[in-house]
């Protein structure tokens, strides 16, 4: 089956730092890919959709300076989370929807956050 | 707009009982419904979905049919095990759109 892969797993920094995520779609293409936050005990909030070549269309309220995305490739997208502050901690999950595929979106393992 | 509600938890049942978790969503249009799981540390895993009226859903022994008429998606599962302890996500995507919009989760936690 498909399979999505988040790096990191878990990541601790510190206040003011920036920091990565990546998403990868393992066996398959992915031309979108989709990134969701997740507080403790609540259900996921699109963050933003990232379509391959192109930028990515934020949700309302997501501030695009702030959480850069990029989808350079058919396989992978990052999130960056800039100027980290204690209240950007979170359990982000990243999906992707196959390239020519039906529209099931496979899900990562997600990426917890931890800004001190 | 487009929306989902499933019943609060944490639901509680012990090994062998009957599962049902509600769910019923407002959209407009004929949108694909779906059950996510999501295990302790993990990210969402699909269990199951139905992407027209009266399809039923099925996996790992869960069952959810799409009902029109109520707008409705109840998961059901007639023997429930410790290993289904487990956060279930109810979740609707609209045919014109790419995003899923997910319910509130219900944490079930099942004793020996």
């Known amino acids: 089956g498909a399979v999505v892969s988040q790096h990191p797993s878990r990541v601790i920094c510190k206040s003011g730092t920036s920091v990565k995520i990546e998403c990868r779609s393992l066996?398959?293409?992915?031309?979108?890919m989709f990134w969701y936050r997740q507080f403790p005990k609540q259900s996921l909030m699109l963050m933003a959709t990232s379509n391959e070549g192109s930028k990515a269309t934020y949700e309302q309220g997501v501030e695009k300076d702030k959480f850069l995305i990029n989808h350079a490739s058919l396989t992978l997208s990052t999130l960056t989370v800039t100027s980290a502050h204690p209240e950007d901690s979170s359990f982000y999950i990243c999906s992707a929807r196959e390239r020519g595929g039906t529209d099931t979106q496979y899900f990562g393992p997600g990426t917890r956050l931890t800004v001190l | 707009g487009d929306s989902v509600t499933q019943m609060e938890g944490p639901v509680t049942l012990s090994e062998e009982a009957f599962l049902t978790i509600n769910c019923t969503y407002t959209a407009t249009g004929y949108p694909s419904l779906f059950w996510y799981v999501q295990y302790p540390g993990e990210g969402l895993q699909l269990l199951l979905k139905?992407?027209?009226?009266?399809d039923k859903g099925s996996n790992k022994g869960f069952e959810a049919t799409y009902r029109k008429e109520t707008t409705s998606f109840h998961l059901e599962k007639g023997s429930v095990q410790v290993s289904d302890s487990a956060v279930y996500f109810c979740a609707l995507k609209a045919s014109s759109a790419s995003k899923i919009i997910f319910g509130s989760g219900t944490r079930l936690s099942i004793r020996p």
């Open positions: 066996d398959f293409q992915a031309t979108t």
């Open positions: 139905a992407t027209k009226a009266d």
